[in-house]
């Protein structure tokens, strides 16, 4: 199974909490692709994701299936050659709009799987993963807020959160899609671009159940768990985010303790990595 993160050296945390529960739960071979660039622009600098956290990826997931592999892609020029200019200084980084170019990316596989790096992984993935997706660019969940604004049909909710999404790499190419969402991205500016442009230029979407993409709170059946942004009620109205790596708050906020045994091997994981006792000799450049 191929799995897709994008994003620059502030998702490490995430990026090493989600692999690792896509570990527990995987039966077969998983091959991590981690598309990542260095860039400098006018509102500040982008750092890569490290070498040594993808090595510790692709070591553990070794450990586990010989088979599978953690590769860190650097997609700088990539980036440079096309950049989302009408989008370069908003509240989204520019790293959010990496996935836009996966298609440029030679290795990347005809089906591969996109997960944000603040997605968890509670059950077995295999039924969503191999689903028929041969009439579809691509596969996900509504978005929990935004199926009720944004729409091309008023009366057919259609809009998916972008956070997990089943990507049908060969048809994507073949229409253009990615490429159509990168002029998009350059030339008008808007919110949560890269979601925007997917959702705007989409049509062969396949719309799948939320326990692949729970937004909002977990279930029994849940399989993916993405902590985004909520709006909560009581005792007044007020947002809540609480992210994986905040273990503290995930307990305190959330009264969730689902995934402590994840969390206990990330944080001696990241202990290791900032003592710089991992070594790294894999990257792709384009």
Not at 47 to 53: L, N, R
Not at 83 to 109: G, K, S, W, Y
Request: aromatic fraction near 12%; glycine fraction near 2%.
């Amino acid at each position: 199974m191929n799995v897709l993160y994008c994003g620059d050296k502030h998702i490490e945390d995430g990026l090493v909490i989600s692999v690792l529960s896509l570990l527990k739960y995987a039966s077969e071979a998983l091959n991590i692709f981690v598309m990542t660039m260095d860039l400098t622009f006018k509102t500040g600098r982008i750092e890569p994701v490290s070498e040594e956290t993808v090595s510790y990826l692709n070591d553990r997931l070794k450990r586990q299936n010989e088979r599978s592999s953690a590769v860190r892609i650097d997609a700088t020029e990539l980036f440079h050659a096309a950049p989302p200019l009408a989008n370069m200084d908003t509240r989204f980084t520019p790293c959010c709009m990496l996935r836009l170019f996966a298609d440029q990316v030679p290795e990347m596989p005809d089906r591969i799987l996109y997960l944000d790096n603040d997605v968890v992984c509670r059950k077995d993935f295999s039924r969503f993963y191999h689903q028929e997706l041969s009439d579809y660019e691509l596969a996900g969940v509504l978005d929990h807020y935004g199926k009720w604004f944004f729409r091309k049909d008023l009366f057919h909710m259609d809009y998916l959160n972008s956070g997990v999404l089943l990507l049908n790499m060969a048809r994507i190419r073949e229409t253009d899609l990615f490429a159509r969402c990168r002029v998009l991205c350059s030339e008008k500016k808007m919110f949560m671009p890269d979601q925007s442009a997917i959702n705007k230029l989409t049509y062969q979407k396949k719309l799948c159940g939320r326990v692949y993409n729970e937004q909002r709170r977990l279930h029994e059946e849940t399989v993916f768990q993405h902590f985004t942004t909520s709006f909560r009620f009581f005792p007044w109205l007020h947002t809540l985010t609480v992210k994986p790596w905040q273990i503290d708050r995930m307990h305190e906020k959330l009264k969730l303790y689902e995934y402590d045994d994840i969390l206990q091997e990330y944080t001696a994981v990241m202990a290791e990595l900032k003592q710089g006792t991992v070594l790294s000799d894999s990257v792709m450049r384009y």
